[in-house]
């Protein structure tokens, strides 16, 4: 079994910021890729931004520039820091992890619970 727990959300003014982080626990042999997704209220989970285990990033574009995607692979834990934040970032952040939890096994998906960010003045 692997966990996902995020922490960091809260209530910001536009144009501020916040640091998400999701630490990941369990059973795991390794992490191929880990990322943060986002749901709005009415909307589709859309994706933010992710990041292998050799570092290499990709972000949805909107969000680039603004968003900086980082990883911890000795703690395995994803950060997410956010800046010039608009109330349009409102929404839930998800944390995913693609996992390994044995040697040449099956690549599992998992997903934290979310955490919400608000974005209001």
């Known amino acids: 079994q692997v966990q996902l727990v995020e922490s960091g959300g809260g209530l910001v003014q536009p144009g501020g910021s916040l640091r998400l982080s999701c630490a990941a626990s369990g059973s795991i042999f390794s992490i191929f890729d880990m990322g943060w997704y986002r749901q709005a209220p009415g909307k589709q989970r859309e994706l933010v931004a992710i990041i292998t285990s050799d570092g290499d990033t990709s972000y949805e574009n909107s969000m680039k520039g603004r968003f900086t995607i980082s990883r911890d692979n000795a703690k395995n834990t994803v950060y997410l820091q956010m800046n010039s934040l608009k109330p349009e970032d409102t929404a839930v952040y998800y944390c995913?992890?693609?996992?390994?939890?044995?040697?040449?096994?099956?690549?599992?998906?998992?997903w934290g619970q979310g955490t919400q960010v608000t974005v209001s003045s």
């Open positions: 995913n992890a693609r996992v390994f939890t044995t040697p040449g096994g099956v690549l599992y998906m998992h």
